[in-house]
């Protein structure tokens, strides 16, 4: 069964400090990982996505990938009430037209 | 990124009718569209994967016959939900991924319908 798992949270820091969130799969044969966010009653859009071992940067975003460990990680830097929202993990098996299997989503809540 | 749009956005309707929801891709080709469903505070459940030209795959504990899919062409799928009832009031998102690359690619994502059925 392909599970991917997230802490729910929520997750709370102050306004410039690094946010981490994390997600593990299950299955090995993943390839393919993805950080979406999701605002309430909104539909997700992408933050990241990873595909090798090791860090990936994108301004203040870090998405880490440990496929050994099977997990995912993603860093959010100096971090904003606006980053407040619900980060949902995703994950897709090298192979063509195959769905996204999605964490339950961690919500962060960044205060001012 | 591509864009993936969806309609209607909210939709309220009487237990008993059905109610279809569009999902386009609108500036690339998409063999293949998936279809969601959202409570609240929960994540979103992978309902069925929809194939142009051919029968969508359902997921477990998802009714075929209640909820048929239809991806009559490279940008546009269908879904129907048939003799809505309150328990099927939900958030429905569609995604699709681009066609014909090598790589596996993120999903783009529909607005999403809100589904009340009263």
């Known amino acids: 069964q392909k599970e991917v798992e997230q802490n729910s949270g929520p997750l709370s820091v102050p306004e410039g400090a690094i946010a981490s969130l994390n997600c593990t799969y299950s299955d090995r044969g993943s390839q393919s990982f993805f950080w979406y966010r999701q605002y309430s009653g909104k539909s997700p859009e992408l933050i990241m996505s990873i595909y090798s071992n090791g860090d990936k940067e994108d301004g203040r975003f870090t998405a880490q990938l440990n496929k050994a460990s099977q997990y995912v990680s993603l860093l959010i830097r100096d971090s904003q009430p606006s980053d407040s929202a619900t980060y949902l993990c995703a994950v897709n098996i090298w192979q063509a037209g195959t769905a996204l299997i999605f964490g339950k989503g961690t919500t962060l809540s960044v205060s001012s | 990124g591509a864009v993936v749009s969806q309609h209607p956005s909210w939709v309220i309707c009487k237990s008993g009718t059905s109610v279809k929801i569009e999902c386009r891709s609108l500036?690339?080709?998409?063999?293949?569209m998936f279809w969601y469903r959202q409570f609240p505070k929960q994540s979103l459940m992978l309902m069925a994967t929809?194939?142009?030209?051919?029968?969508?795959?359902?997921e477990q504990g998802v009714e075929k016959d209640k909820f048929l899919i239809n991806h009559a062409s490279l940008t546009l799928s269908t879904l129907t939900v048939t003799s809505a009832h309150p328990e099927d009031s939900s958030f429905y998102i569609c995604s699709a991924r681009k066609t014909g690359l090598a790589e596996a690619t993120e999903a783009f994502f529909g607005q999403g319908t809100r589904l009340t059925v009263v």
């Open positions: 929809s194939n142009e030209g051919s029968k969508a795959t359902y």
């Open positions: 500036d690339f080709q998409a063999t293949t």
